[in-house]
């Protein structure tokens, strides 16, 4: 059963256009300049009830205003989207009470009262009977070993600790699908770990729907198996994150050291050639060459050690978002130039 | 009737949080109420020299208002002003239109007016408890300027009226605050309605003291329920029907500016989830 559905989804932001120097101002105080800039230009994706999926591109690429669609902060410029078969744009409350969205920027608790506060007035806006309350608060409070700050007012917390004090406010009332949007912005390597461990255990132990968005590739390897990358508005790649992968790069790196000094090798017929060194060879090879490669080489030479590898996921997508981002600023600087 | 218990009851939660918060900083709290008292003494001097007390000649009247008269005028505008005033409402809400804090309000299932309702009857009420002794030896201090005693349907309609001038003041500030669905930045429309209802609420003159073409269209304004009103009613302006009347009216303006208070959240999100984001 799909969770979310979204079916072309569109929305466009008119946003007036200052231009610089005294009398272009002046002249805007008279005619004003808008443009539209399309943040969602056509989307569409299902989610299956108890998926867990990434949703990653660069900075503008519409991830955030997607999310913001899909809790009706926002409506549609044109197209469809239902979540839990409600129309979220219509905020009915029936909708509110069975969704979360967590922004890692943006903070909703009572800044200067201890966050015990401002999870008893969920308490209250979601309508959640003392009992389950309870068990929620310390279910939740254990697994993200944070009892003991329940007490203590949020403005005095780390970051750390106010974003898994966040997390229990947006879990409190059991939502069936979350929303995140940066989690783990900001964090230590040690709150991140444990951030998304939690996330991990949470949804498996739940079966919630989660769609999360991050800039740390880390977050989207260790919790989903589906990505989805948008970039420009629009959708580049939809699957799992293996095959994505797989798809963006073809290749691996494989290592080989030697036992003795080599001098020269043929190698480079077969792929290209990262490092060389008279006891290590580094060479990008295509996924099917490798056997045939690795076969000739151990004939051939020395080997007395191999190693096979991805190329890090940071690089994968970095070197394609940058490879966006270069051509753009491209045609933006002959535009400017014209 | 289940659905309006739980919503009695998350206002009643709001209630107890925002005292709790407001308590956060008590020394700062009770260093500002004091503060606010220390214009008395300028505002009595002011009016002791307008009326030539202590020269030869001191003048016996002033459009009606002895100069006892106008002192205790002025010490009640302070209390009414207590009702009504809302520091920080309007540009709360600009605030968190414009940061995006406002998706608190969007995404849960709470209603942002009953919300901000609750929450400034909280510190309105912890204001009262902290500034309850300070008033009172204030009054007390100026007994004097108290030349009549109120009857009591005076009494009954002073308190109605300040209550309601709560309210008054709460849809108005609020109302503004929701502009900044529309125009973001409100500060010189705070700025002009600051300076428009210090003078045509009653806080700066009386507004019988206006010539009476204007009076009639102060009159017609919702910006006297502020400070005029409840002091009128108490200072014996006002017959019974008179305060009747002047009652009536108020809670009429309190309907009209809730409705345009909802029709402005109503389309203010439209408008931010249209446009915004």
Do not use: I, R, T
């Given at each position: 059963m799909d969770a979310v559905v979204v079916e072309h989804l569109q929305r466009s932001f008119r946003v007036n256009r200052q231009k610089e120097g005294f009398w272009a101002k002046l002249r805007g105080l008279i005619k004003r300049e808008s443009e539209t800039i399309h943040a969602v230009k056509d989307v569409s994706f299902r989610i299956e009830k108890g998926e867990m999926v990434g949703f990653l591109g660069p900075n503008g690429a519409g991830k955030t205003t997607t999310l913001k669609l899909l809790s009706g902060l926002l409506m549609p410029t044109a197209g469809k989207a239902t979540v839990l078969g409600y129309e979220p744009w219509k905020r009915e409350n029936a909708y509110r009470r069975r969704f979360s969205l967590l922004m890692g920027q943006k903070n909703q608790l009572?800044?200067?009262?201890?966050?015990q506060e401002s999870f008893r007035l969920h308490k209250e806006i979601y309508r959640i009977e003392t009992k389950r309350y309870q068990d929620r608060m310390d279910e939740l409070t254990d697994l993200l070993e944070i009892r003991k700050q329940l007490s203590q007012p949020v403005r005095e917390l780390s970051l750390g600790q106010r974003m898994r004090m966040e997390l229990i406010a947006a879990l409190l009332h059991d939502p069936e699908i979350l929303f995140l949007d940066e989690p783990t912005i900001g964090l230590d390597v040690i709150s991140q770990n444990k951030v998304q461990q939690f996330l991990k255990y949470y949804q498996e132990h739940k079966q919630i729907t989660v769609l999360l968005t991050s800039h740390y590739m880390k977050d989207v390897e260790a919790l989903c198996k589906r990505v989805i990358i948008i970039d420009e508005g629009i959708i580049k790649h939809d699957g799992l994150l293996t095959d994505v992968l797989s798809q963006l790069n073809p290749q691996k790196v494989v290592t080989l050291k030697f036992s003795e000094h080599v001098e020269s090798t043929q190698l480079s017929e077969y792929g290209d050639i990262i490092e060389q060194s008279p006891m290590t060879v580094k060479i990008r090879l295509g996924k099917a060459d490798i056997p045939g490669v690795l076969s000739y080489a151990l004939a051939e030479y020395p080997v007395e050690d191999v190693s096979v590898q991805d190329r890090p996921i940071e690089e994968l997508f970095a070197e394609l978002f940058s490879r966006r981002q270069t051509t753009e600023e491209e045609t933006r600087a002959a535009v400017a130039s014209m | 009737m289940e659905s309006a218990l739980s919503s009695y009851r998350v206002y009643f939660e709001i209630f107890k949080i925002s005292v709790a918060e407001r308590l956060t900083y008590r020394a700062d709290f009770i260093f500002s109420t004091f503060v606010r008292f220390l214009p008395i003494v300028t505002q009595i001097f002011l009016w002791s020299a307008i009326y030539g007390i202590g020269t030869s000649s001191p003048r016996a009247s002033i459009n009606a208002y002895s100069y006892q008269d106008m002192v205790a005028y002025y010490l009640l505008t302070m209390v009414a002003r207590a009702f009504s005033s809302m520091p920080g409402l309007s540009s709360g809400i600009a605030e968190e239109v414009r940061d995006g804090s406002i998706k608190k309000y969007l995404t849960q299932p709470i209603d942002l007016l009953g919300y901000l309702l609750w929450y400034r009857i909280a510190h309105k009420l912890v204001y009262y408890v902290f500034a309850a002794l300070p008033y009172g030896i204030v009054f007390y201090l100026c007994r004097q300027y108290f030349t009549h005693t109120p009857t009591w349907e005076m009494w009954v309609g002073f308190i109605l009226s300040l209550v309601m001038s709560f309210l008054i003041g709460f849809l108005i500030e609020s109302l503004l605050g929701l502009a900044a669905f529309w125009f973001l930045e409100i500060s010189s429309l705070m700025f002009i309605y600051m300076m428009l209802n210090y003078f045509l609420s009653g806080h700066m003159i009386p507004l019988d003291w206006f010539p009476s073409w204007l009076t009639v269209w102060v009159d017609l304004l919702p910006f006297k329920f502020t400070a005029y009103t409840p002091c009128a009613i108490i200072l014996g302006k006002y017959d019974n029907s008179g305060i009747l009347r002047e009652l009536c009216l108020e809670f009429a303006w309190i309907i009209g500016l809730w409705i345009a208070n909802r029709c402005a959240y109503h389309y203010g999100v439209k408008q931010y989830s249209a446009f915004g984001g």
């Open positions: 009572w800044w200067d009262l201890p966050a | -």
